[in-house]
């Protein structure tokens, strides 16, 4: 079974620039995460959603982000414009509320790693 | 307000020894989970376990063995004759039940010597 594919896997961009990360879930899956992973600041979660709809977003930077979940199948985490201190690697997961959306088993991808000059 | 504890930043061992990453946590809540995320060097975060507040049973599975102790509210992962493909940052994990997302810990890193 396929995993959480995220994309780009890597991007370098110069600031200003507007920077899209996507994600693809586990079908089936009814719960998305996104979380942010620096040195200073450790694992953060930005926003989840469920069956689609955004239920947290508290821990969203600033104005700059946003994010969707069009359908059950795919998410953008968009940040414009980035900054330098937007470099990080960003994780998408998603987990099954039916078994684990409230017991934390998610699944994540492998991760977008965000550097911005 | 949940938080997490991970107090060791970096461990080295020598293969074939056995290891302890602590883990200490804080909630209000009586009814939460506490998880553990494996991160290889690869990049990916991979789960490895949950155990819900009212199992204080411990866990072995192969080589990996976690202790869960309420009284000192302290969820430690020990892993028995370490190999190097163990080497990775390790991450503890709480749920509890006013949140609906996971609290991560600062992560150790664990590196096993040949």
């Known amino acids: ?6 994309s780009p896997r890597h991007e370098v961009t110069e600031m200003g620039q507007e920077v899209t990360l996507r994600c693809k879930p586990i079908s ?18 930005l926003i989840y959603f469920n069956n689609n709809v955004p239920i947290d977003d508290s ?4 104005d700059r982000f946003s994010a969707k979940m069009p359908n059950a199948s795919f998410s953008t985490l968009k940040i414009q414009p980035s900054e330098p201190r937007d470099s990080a690697v960003y994780f998408c997961a998603s987990s099954s509320g039916a078994t684990s959306g409230r017991t934390g088993e998610l699944f994540f991808g492998e991760g ?3 550097t911005v000059l | 307000a949940q938080k997490v504890t991970q107090a060791q930043t970096e461990i080295s061992v020598v293969e074939k020894e056995d290891v302890t990453l602590d883990c200490v946590y804080e ?4 009814t939460y989970y506490l998880f553990w995320y494996k991160q290889p060097p690869s990049g990916e975060l991979v789960f490895l376990i949950r155990r819900n507040s009212f199992d204080e049973q411990n ?3 192969g080589r990996y063995s976690w202790n869960f102790q309420k009284s000192t509210s302290s969820f430690n992962f020990t892993i028995t004759a370490s190999q190097v493909v163990d080497s990775a940052v390790y991450f503890c994990a709480l749920l509890s039940g006013s949140a609906r997302q996971l ?6 890193q664990l590196t096993v010597l040949p």
């Open chain 2, 103 to 108: 609290t991560f810990g600062s992560g150790t």
């Open chain 1, 28 to 45: 089936g899956h009814d719960y998305l995460f996104w979380y942010r992973q620096t040195m200073m600041r450790g694992l953060e979660l």
């Open chain 1, 59 to 62: 821990g969203m930077p600033e």
């Open chain 1, 112 to 114: 977008s790693r965000l």
């Open chain 2, 27 to 30: 909630t209000r809540d009586t």
């Open chain 2, 59 to 61: 866990e072995i599975s």
């Open chain 1, 1 to 6: 079974d396929a995993g959480v594919i995220q």
